[in-house]
């Protein structure tokens, strides 16, 4: 379980939002969910971010919203003054617009680490 949500499965045709009807009987698992802020988004884009062991990355936040997936090993993060939080491989979060990632940093100091953040903006903001 995560953010609250179970796997379910789904039969022919009740992914319809997600796949456009192409699900069949797939299991879809919802990672992440957030009530987004009413800005028209001109571009959205998803990155993967490495860390090697130990690497950490500078506080920073961004101007539209941000879904972020672990792909692979383990990091931990907090968001403005919340404590730190450690998640692994297929767990995600959510950052608000302008919100501080204060922190985020590979958990291991012996195996790396990615992520694949999902980004937004409007057209008048800079990446």
């Not at 953010?3 to 919802?30: I, K, M, N, W």
């Not at 972020?68 to 993060?77: I, K, L, Q, R, T």
Request: aromatic share 6%; with cysteine; glycine share 12%.
């Amino acid at each position: 379980m995560l953010f609250g949500h179970q796997s379910q499965r789904l039969g022919p045709g009740q992914c319809r939002a997600l796949a456009r009807g192409g699900a069949g009987d797939a299991e879809v698992t919802p990672l992440a969910a957030a009530k987004l802020p009413a800005i028209a988004s001109a571009q959205a884009k998803a990155l993967r971010v490495d860390f090697a062991p130990g690497a950490e990355s500078r506080p920073h936040s961004h101007p539209g919203p941000v879904f972020v997936v672990v792909a692979s090993g383990a990091v931990e993060s907090a968001l403005d003054g919340g404590a730190v939080q450690r998640f692994k491989a297929g767990d995600a979060w959510y950052e608000a617009p302008g919100q501080l990632h204060r922190i985020t940093r590979n958990a291991s100091q012996t195996q790396p680490a990615s992520l694949v953040p999902g980004c937004s903006r409007t057209a008048r903001r800079r990446w």
